[in-house]
């Protein structure tokens, strides 16, 4: 059964770093691209960042582009959000999602239960 | 940024009942569409992929059509676990939401 536990959220200052985490197990980690999605009253489901299998192709949205990062650490399956520079509408539930197959802009097959994120001074 | 607009915002039901759900890309985008299937306090599950595929474990009464800009979910027969918020997404470019439809209980 894959599962997605998301860690770090918490309440980030305006202007300063946040580091989400998210441990997978289930599946073979290093064969499937994985992602960050965020959801928000405002914004609703939102794209935020992806990283192929062998971290090999990276992209972003443009709404976090420059400020966010993402990484994979393969041999111990877990997946990194480094955000930088936060703004109040940054705050938002933030998923760690599996693609649903080998494919690396398929759909998202499988999703972590969610970390909340606040930007407040 | 391709935009997907669902319709209608809500949709009032009653077990038993066929639901139908649309969604329109501001763009082509093949069948690069799937719809997931989110209840509170849950994340997104996925229901159908390539527009028309079912996941795996979701229901027969799931089914999903179109291709091109035009798409819809088909809930053929109403049970009480269904009602939820419904999201499409396309995978064309990058990967976008529409702003979901929530079908509830009349």
């Known amino acids: 059964e894959v599962q997605l536990v998301e860690s770090g959220g918490g309440l980030g200052q305006p202007g300063r770093s946040l580091r989400l985490s998210c441990i997978a197990s289930?599946?073979?980690?290093?064969?499937?691209?994985m992602h960050w999605v965020r959801q928000s009253p405002a914004k609703g489901l939102e794209w935020v960042a992806s990283i192929a299998g062998n971290s090999g192709s990276i992209a972003y949205a443009d709404s976090v582009k420059g400020r966010f990062t993402i990484s994979r650490d393969n041999a111990n399956n877990s997946l990194a959000l480094q955000m930088a520079s936060l703004r109040p509408d940054d705050s938002a539930l933030y998923y760690c999602?599996?693609?649903?197959?080998?494919?690396?802009?398929?759909?998202?097959?499988?999703w972590g239960q969610g970390i909340l994120v606040t930007v407040s001074s | 940024d391709i935009v997907l607009t669902q319709s209608p915002a809500t949709l009032s039901l009653s077990p038993g009942e066929r639901a139908t759900l649309s969604c329109r890309a501001s763009q082509f985008i093949n069948t690069y569409l799937a719809w997931y299937q989110q209840k509170p306090g849950q994340p997104p599950r996925l229901l159908i992929y390539?527009?028309?595929n079912r996941a795996t474990g979701v229901p027969a009464r799931f089914s999903g059509s179109g291709s091109g800009t035009d798409f819809t979910l088909t809930i053929s027969s109403l049970e009480p676990e269904d009602f939820a918020i419904y999201y499409c997404?396309?995978?064309?470019?990058?990967?976008?939401f529409g702003q979901g439809t929530k079908v509830d209980m009349k």
């Open positions: 390539e527009a028309s």
């Open positions: 289930g599946f073979t980690f290093e064969d499937y691209a």
């Open positions: 999602a599996k693609a649903q197959s080998l494919r690396w802009n398929a759909h998202f097959g499988s």
């Open positions: 997404q396309q995978r064309s470019s990058w990967w976008t």
